[in-house]
């Protein structure tokens, strides 16, 4: 497929658990972000990365998320010590760099969270 | 900081009937607007986007909006509704400074009623 993938679909945990979810970009995407969907709500931005460049993390509620991509391939989003308020829809997005003219951003089906 | 405003929550319509779907933003810079659209259980699909030039933008499925820039909006419309275009729709801004995020709306559901 050559669309944004994520894994797994669905995530149900254990509150106080720790969980890591997967984002494969689309192939030579050098943008990704990743944002939450709360029920009922729009989409929050987390984190963007760009190539080499450091990271924009500015979105990240606390210091128990964070998230890694390695070169311009996947990235991962972990959540530690998980509360009940993160059950969510976690969606990513790549796009081609912004600077090539404000591309779009293509989107995965996202990542139900449900904290028990 | 932009911010993105979605003034109907939910929009009832039946099928063949017009809709318009409302985004205002606010913004003290330039901006690049979006439409998506979500289906359940699924991601987000760009309908369309305004960058420049033309204020009447086209997108998928027989959808348009315009760009109003003294009225900081960006309406998205179309002239008869499928029962099939049941969906959430999300406007969204990127600042032309921003380089990175998108600010979303709160989402509008579109139901179509037979």
């Known amino acids: 497929g050559a669309g944004v993938s994520q894994s797994p679909s669905n995530k149900v945990t254990e509150k106080g658990k720790d969980v890591e979810l997967r984002c494969d970009p689309i192939?030579?995407?050098?943008?990704l972000y990743w944002y939450r969907q709360r029920l009922g709500q729009g989409l929050e931005f987390l984190i963007y990365?760009?190539?080499?460049?450091?990271?924009?993390k500015s979105g990240l509620p606390s210091d128990r998320f964070s998230a890694e991509r390695t070169g311009e391939s996947v990235s991962t989003l972990t959540i530690q010590r998980t509360q009940q308020e993160d059950s969510a829809v976690y969606l990513c997005?790549?796009?081609?760099?912004?600077?090539?003219?404000?591309?779009?951003?293509?989107f995965g089906d996202g990542t139900r969270l449900s904290i028990l | 900081a932009q911010s993105v405003t979605q003034l109907d929550s939910q929009v009832p319509v039946f099928e063949e009937a017009p809709v318009e779907l409302r985004c205002n933003y606010s913004?003290?810079?330039?901006?690049?607007l979006f439409w998506y659209v979500q289906y359940p259980n699924q991601g987000l699909q760009l309908l369309l986007k305004?960058?420049?030039?033309?204020?009447l933008v086209k997108g998928i499925n027989g959808f348009e909006a315009e760009f109003n820039k003294s009225q900081t909006s960006f309406h998205l419309r179309k002239p008869s509704v499928h029962i099939s275009d049941t969906a959430e729709y999300f406007c969204?801004?990127?600042?032309?400074?921003?380089?990175?995020?998108?600010?979303f709306g709160e989402g509008t559901q579109l139901t179509v009623n037979p």
């Open positions: 990365f760009q190539g080499n460049s450091a990271p924009d």
């Open positions: 192939s030579g995407h050098t943008a």
């Open positions: 913004s003290s810079v330039s901006v690049y």
């Open positions: 997005a790549s796009s081609l760099a912004w600077q090539l003219g404000n591309q779009p951003q293509h």
């Open positions: 969204a801004v990127r600042e032309e400074t921003s380089g990175s995020r998108l600010t």
């Open positions: 305004y960058l420049s030039g033309s204020t």
